[in-house]
DNA sequence: TGCCGATATTACGTATGCGTAATATATTGA
DNA sequence: TCAATATATTACGCATACGTAATATCGGCA
């Protein structure tokens, strides 16, 4: 694939969309007065917010609260090495504790906070209507497109090493 | 844009994708051997790749040589602080060097080096030959969708701004 | 000519992510 | 039981990008 404009680059593409929603998300969470929510945070959240909600699916209080967080970082794509910083990060604003596993004591526990769990509504409307603006005009079936394209190149990408 | 399920989240895939592009990028060009250039380099790179070859076809010698910092961060995207840095990192690398514009001495002029210039094939190979591979069982079809998409994406959402 | 707003760049702090090496704890096999 | 190995996390350094606040220089107008 010969490149020599850059605009039209994929690759150049792929980073400036990446890097451009991500400062739309922050700014719109500044906007929506939750600006203790990073776009960084995201992933880790939506994983603790729904763990939660199956553990209370399955009324299984105060038996195994928390996720590992190499767990949480598995779920939200990223490195057990980036999660200690994220982590940090989300404990200085207030989202989540850690704890240390009595039945293990390698393993941290990260656990929502009140405040964790109640922004999680605004936080949601926030990426949702963010979402709707960043892809507004862009017809159903080319989005379909271009979430099955990213999915392959993930895989083509992975198959490379 | 309702999504509960993170790796469904368009956002998550564009994220994800761009990152481990790069990461493949970087792998790419230390297999290559030309492990001086970074995934970052190549905005300004081809900036001045391209903008060496019209001064020779002008036959422009001597008189302008070099561009301003400030124009090849334009030119790759990027913010005036950010081109701090990576001319830095690729004067550091041995690619580029800077000079004052003795007309105005408030710029930076920023110049290949003879080993910025020598690179170009290699490092334009390795750019071709990833892109193949990251986009790999890829209908070209889907490809033109997918730049399409992202470049509404980069004008969305300047306009919220 | 000399001051003032504009322009180009740098400095500094922050966020985000990675890889490698160290540390602490668990588990397992002899 | 104890040494070897495996697992979970952290520490540290680097790359990449941003925004805001200096700093240096230019250009134009009184």
Redesign the interface.
Known sequence: ????N?P??????????????????K?EFVDADVSEVK?AY??AL??LW?DEGMEEALAKFGTDTGIKLIDLGR???LEPSTMTGLIDRMERDGLVVRAHDPNDRRVQKVMLTEKGRAIQPAV?AV??KT????????PEK??T??????????V???K??
Chains 1, 2 share one sequence.
């Open positions: 694939m010969l490149v020599t850059i039209d680059c994929p690759y150049y593409l792929l980073t400036r969309a990446s890097l451009s929603v991500t400062a739309a998300l700014k776009p995201l992933g939506m994983c729904t779920c939200a794509g949601m990426l949702d979402l709707d603006s960043v892809f507004d005009n862009i080319h989005l497109i271009v979430t099955d394209v990213l999915r392959k190149v993930l083509n990408v992975n490379g090493e």
